[in-house]
């Protein structure tokens, strides 16, 4: 099912407002967690009937201090939602979540995996190195601004990526008002429904690409 671009980017802009508070996250002392997703994907990202976009499952969420400390058990299947310095092993930070994010927005607009591939190997490969082309390569109906978003948030070294996930959503939003495309929860909710037909009470469906259906 072909998503239309303004729901994706709402969907991206609504994953990045998510993150943005789990990251801004204080204890009692008020001190910041710093605390990071460290698994943003497709399974991960709810859509309710109403419209709602939830980001799930902060099972893997670590404070930083233990972030860079200790890997941590990975689920392989992840790789493809990786950034390359999480896959390395490397030390983490709120950026590694704007990366996946990055991942997840590129697929909504290509509706085709970015790293993902046959072999674990393969995607192991493509999420290390492999070459990033702007998802109107895919989908030539995507703007270049939408391109030069996503390729930032994709960037392989981090200082050259958006340094928070609210950067992030402040770049999709200024996309939303100069092009003035904008998708409201209401919209979503109808295209959910026209896509979905009619839920029962409470149900949800996680966002995924064309090869998960």
Request: overall charge negative; proline content about 5%; hydrophobic content about 35%.
């Amino acid at each position: 099912t072909k998503i239309p671009e303004e729901l994706a980017v709402l969907i991206a802009s609504e994953a990045a407002k998510a993150l943005d508070y789990a990251h801004r996250r204080r204890d009692t002392r008020m001190k910041t967690m710093n605390v990071v997703h460290r698994e943003v994907a497709p399974t991960n990202l709810l859509i309710s009937f109403e419209g709602e976009v939830k980001l799930s499952d902060f099972g893997f969420a670590r404070a930083r201090q233990y972030a860079e400390t200790a890997s941590g058990s990975v689920r392989l299947s992840r790789y493809a939602y990786m950034s390359p310095e999480q896959i390395r092993g490397l030390p983490v930070d709120r950026r590694s979540d704007v990366f996946a994010c990055g991942i997840v927005f590129h697929e909504l607009l290509t509706t085709k995996p970015l790293f993902l591939r046959k072999s674990e190997f393969e995607t192991l490969k493509r999420a290390r190195s492999g070459e990033i082309l702007p998802p109107s390569d895919d989908n030539p109906e995507v703007p270049e601004e939408l391109d030069e978003v996503v390729l930032t948030a994709l960037a392989r070294h981090v200082d050259d990526r958006y340094q928070s996930a609210q950067a992030f959503r402040e770049a999709l939003w200024e996309f939303i008002k100069t092009s003035g495309q904008f998708y409201s929860q209401t919209q979503m909710a109808e295209w959910m429904a026209e896509t979905f037909g009619n839920p029962d009470e409470n149900t949800q469906t996680s966002v995924t690409t064309e090869r998960d259906r």
